[in-house]
């Protein structure tokens, strides 16, 4: 079994081939910069840019696998959620490229994806990290946390309920005066400073101080999250200071911030293992790059699981994971599958 997968929500046209093992054979990501400039992804100019891209994108990734068309099984694509207009552009070249050749085809939920990139094969083909286990999903799009009882099934036990953590990362960057996407930068800048200097909604100091942050408020049952708050908290704090202070405190400010966005995440993780009674927890989405994440996550009562960075960011070889995990369909049955936006086809 060897499938051709697809991956087109956001802004990065990705192709990868992956084997019957999880095992990778070819990855090709081609990141769009030319967002970066109006400070977010502008849904019409990705689209039109995985248009021109997806083809050189495909062809790549069978060139690095060393394989003909001919000699792929399976073809996938990113069916939602994201960005219509730009999974369109995937869904329909995969659809195309399968119906050429009669070829099943398995329509893959983003989310999905994520959790799949845990099924993958290492490098050296050691064996992937097996379920059962909670997964916590951070991105720039999406936070969840799922429990995993086996490939293909899992259970969403907390998501966010207004912005992303990746989201987060990327509003405060910018209200700091960084660049788009902001996370990198912002954990840069945040090493030189002191995360105990200012108190955020959902920082450790907050909750110390019996603050309303996330951790405490109506929803302290709920694994769910929120960042809205410690968004607009930055915003009124930086209101309040002096453009010189601003900048002489810009680590704390950052550190600050970060430790406030970690903390939400390690709490929810914690008490999912608590209430769950697992014991291994993967990790998912562009922010488990973040440093301070990864050394919070080192320093939990569980066995932790983080796949390689360019597997943990949006790719096509999780795609491909999750379709070997998934429902196949065989032609013609695919010909009329739609992209979706959000909810329907969600976990
Ligand atoms: O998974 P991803 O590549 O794309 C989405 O599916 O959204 O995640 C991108 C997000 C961005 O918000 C970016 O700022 C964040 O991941 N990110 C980071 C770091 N590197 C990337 N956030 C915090 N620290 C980082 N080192
Ligand atoms: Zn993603």
Excluded: W
Excluded at 64 to 72: H, R, T
Excluded at 170 to 179: C, H, I, N, P, T
Excluded at 283 to 291: E, I, P, R, S
């Amino acid at each position: 079994m060897r499938v051709l997968a697809l991956e087109t929500s956001c802004d990065d046209t990705c192709a990868a081939v992956v084997d019957g093992d999880g095992r990778i054979q070819a990855n090709v990501i081609s990141s769009q910069e030319v967002h970066d400039r109006f400070g977010g992804v502008v849904p019409e100019i990705a689209s039109r840019h995985h248009l021109e891209l997806v083809n050189l994108v495909v062809d790549q990734a069978l060139a690095d696998a060393g394989v003909a068309l001919e000699e792929i099984d399976l073809v996938a694509a990113t069916q939602g959620p994201g960005l219509v207009g730009a999974l369109l552009v995937g869904l329909s070249t995969a659809k195309a490229l399968a119906a050429a050749r009669e070829l099943p085809f398995a329509a893959v939920d983003h989310i999905q994806g994520h959790v799949a990139a845990n099924f993958l094969a290492g490098e050296g083909g050691e064996p992937a990290f097996e379920p059962p286990f909670l997964c916590l999903i951070a991105s720039g799009g999406h936070t969840l946390l799922t429990h995993v009882g086996e490939p293909g099934r899992f259970t969403v036990l907390g998501r966010t309920l207004d912005d992303a953590a990746g989201e987060a990362f990327d509003k405060g960057a910018r209200m700091l005066g960084l660049g788009y996407p902001g996370g990198a930068a912002l954990e840069q800048l945040a090493a030189g400073g002191d995360p105990e200097a200012f108190s955020f909604p959902g920082s450790r100091r907050d909750r110390l101080q019996g603050g309303r942050g996330p951790g405490r408020q109506a929803f302290a049952n709920s694994l769910d999250f929120s960042f809205a708050g410690l968004k607009t908290a930055l915003l009124y704090r930086l209101r309040e200071m002096p453009e010189a202070q601003v900048r002489e405190r810009a680590a704390d400010l950052a550190a600050s911030y970060q430790a406030a966005i970690v903390e939400s995440l390690i709490l929810r993780a914690e008490q999912a293992l608590e209430r769950t009674d697992a014991t291994r927890l993967a990790v998912g989405g562009g922010v488990a790059a973040n440093g301070e994440l990864r050394r919070r996550l080192g320093a939990l009562a569980a066995t932790v699981h983080v796949p390689p960075r360019e597997l943990c960011t949006d790719n096509a070889a999780m795609i491909a994971s999750a379709a070997l995990h998934g429902e196949h369909l065989p032609y013609p049955a695919y010909l009329g599958l739609d992209a979706y936006a959000t909810g329907e086809g969600s976990p």
